[in-house]
């Protein structure tokens, strides 16, 4: 390789723009075959992200499956505590064959569930247990949906945004009126000073 | 006449052969593996929720501390989301220094596969002989930025610094030196009985069920998928490097034990490579003092040790990031235990965990 002077690195970055991406291939493809399933479809920084329904998810999925998206990289939980639906679950799959890479996601209320993918990747597993652990998302059809990261009986999910960063009580204290939170000295008062040789100012 | 009963026999946290504290609950026939089923979380921390508290350049330490035995390309995988956020172009010779790093800690991370992995089974030379040259690694690493294990040794747009005098020469001399140690290390195992009695068809997995449950890096490759995130989507300049990518035939752990030696050698290649072509110029981008990008989301993933290490982060305009959500190559992978143990006998279950080279670290974050 040449080697040449790296080229002049302009002043200003540019934060890449979200474009939308209604005529990307695949997204045509998708809405032809699943009506209205799609809601909404962006590309930013060269990744495909189309925001899909809940309801329709696995179909989606196993389409996507059986068209080479064979890996499921990631399963990202995501707290919007504001919005309507505040859970968003991303899928991120990727096809071992051209390289592709898309991003679905679904937006669910705190009391809908989510469709489980473990039927069509076997890594959504352990995926699942942790977005349920740590945000509380609910994985309907799940084969063993327990707390992974957190202990059996924590009560809490600790990603949510009204979750302190701190920590809560989780009742895992004991001796709390001997020893109290944050350590400190044993004793429950300081002892007396030792006596003053001449009094002086002070009174009697 | 007798009942056959399964036991349930727990392997600690607390052991010796768990790499960390993992504790796995196992269902066994006699001596025969029936379930496994890992439970992890023992050394979560919360770092997911830590850097949702803290600046985008202040959260570079957290990612040393996942992956605790390969600090460079954990923080090679976060400065890069941040980067691809923001569109940061960064210079040639930062993107040069980057890959010498990451390379040097894979092979760092390797040799302590290898000592740890020999170790479990028995042999207690690889670790030995290994770690001598671990230590000149680590040497290398805290002469370029004070640090031995948790390196911190990448900013957003490039490095904290540019490497020291005489540096690039001092990995020459490793580069020189490492062919022949590795050689060493092949010599004590690759064609020992024993190793090969303990490793052969233990932990046997396809090709498409690895795809399936999501393995990436050695445990992939091992079972004959020939695919690795710096060829597949090339990132800084891989795509300008020539390496070879092993794979194996049977996927069991004498197959993977092999792709990772092998990968060192490939590894010192492309160190050479590196010091051949590496440029002068700038070692970080201009402009990168407050970071506030607008609201979108990212995925940035490269080639740990481990496997795709990837991290997603979603902003929404503030100078904290809203959430960053880690790809733990340890975690998914481990996930694929019971698998890899079925049928085996309960000595087989230590082989396939250091097979699986997990760092709880990244695991439980």
Redo the contacts between chains.
């Keep these: ?1 040449a ?4 080229p002049a ?8 723009e ?1 474009v939308e991406a209604w005529d990307h291939p695949r997204v045509v493809e998708l809405k032809e075959k699943f009506a209205e399933s799609v809601l909404s479809a962006v590309i ?2 060269g ?1 495909l ?1 189309c925001t899909v329904d809940a309801g329709q998810l696995t179909d989606l999925c196993s389409h996507l499956k059986t068209s080479g998206f ?5 399963l ?4 919007y505590p504001e919005a309507e639906r505040p859970f968003t679950v ?1 899928y ?1 799959l990727h096809n ?1 064959n051209t ?1 592709d ?1 898309i ?1 679905l996601k679904v937006e669910v209320s705190e009391s809908e569930a989510v469709p489980t993918v473990t039927g069509i ?3 959504a ?3 699942e247990r ?1 977005a349920y652990d ?1 945000l509380g998302i609910q994985f309907d059809g799940h084969p063993d949906l327990r ?5 059996e009986g924590f009560n809490g999910h ?2 949510r945004k009204d ?1 302190p ?1 701190r920590g809560i009580d989780t009742g895992a204290a004991v001796y709390e009126d001997r020893y109290p939170d944050g350590g400190g000295p044993v004793m429950k008062e300081a002892p007396a000073p030792p006596a003053a040789k001449s009094p002086a100012k002070e009174g009697d | 006449m007798f009942d056959i009963q399964e036991l349930e026999l727990n392997m600690g946290p607390q052991h010796p052969a768990t790499h960390g504290v993992l504790r796995l609950v196992l269902k066994i026939d006699g001596e025969r593996i029936i379930s496994v089923d890992p439970h992890i979380g023992y050394l979560h921390r919360g770092t997911e929720k830590l850097f949702e508290n803290q600046s985008y350049q202040a959260n570079i330490p957290h990612t040393d501390r996942m992956d605790y035995v390969a600090a460079a390309t954990n923080n090679q995988a976060y400065v890069g989301a941040v980067e691809k956020l923001l569109g940061i172009e960064v210079p040639e010779r930062a993107m040069f220094i980057r890959i010498i790093l990451a390379e040097l800690q894979r092979i760092a991370s390797h040799i302590v596969w290898l000592g740890t992995h020999a170790l479990d089974l028995g042999a207690l030379t690889p670790f030995f002989y290994g770690f001598r040259e671990r230590e000149m690694i680590l040497d290398l690493f805290e002469e370029y930025c004070g640090a031995r294990l948790t390196l911190n040794c990448m900013r957003i747009g490039g490095l904290p610094c540019d490497v020291p005098e005489g540096w690039l020469d001092r990995v020459r001399e490793f580069v020189e030196l490492f062919p022949e140690k590795l050689q060493d290390y092949h010599n004590l195992l690759t064609e020992n009985r024993i190793w090969k009695l303990r490793t052969v068809d233990v932990g046997v997995i396809s090709p498409e069920e690895a795809i399936d449950w999501g393995l990436t890096g050695p445990p992939l490759r091992g079972s004959g998928v020939q695919w690795d995130v710096r060829r597949a989507l090339p990132y800084e300049v891989y795509d300008r490097l020539d390496f070879e990518i092993p794979i194996g035939n049977n996927g069991d752990t004498y197959d993977r034990y092999l792709v990772r030696m092998e990968e060192m050698r490939q590894s010192n290649r492309i160190l050479e490579q590196c010091l051949k072509l590496i440029p002068e110029g700038d070692i970080i981008a201009k402009g990168v003092k407050i970071i506030k990008p607008k609201p979108a989301e990212v995925y940035f993933s490269v080639e740990a040790p481990k496997g795709e290490l990837g991290f997603s982060i979603v902003s929404d305009g503030s100078d904290k990031p809203y959430r960053v959500k880690v790809r733990p190559p340890c975690f998914v992978n481990l996930q694929a235990i019971e698998t890899l143990c079925k049928g085996h006998l309960i000595a087989d279950v230590v082989a396939v965990i250091g097979t699986l080279d997990i760092v709880l670290g990244e695991i439980d974050r």
């Design positions: 390789m080697e040449q002077k790296p690195v302009p002043a200003k970055r540019v934060q890449p979200a930013y920084a990744e992200t064979t890996y499921l990289v990631d990202i939980g995501i707290h991303a991120l071992m390289q890479r991003r990747w076997k890594t597993g352990w995926l942790e740590l707390r992974i990261l957190t202990w600790p990603l979750f960063l």
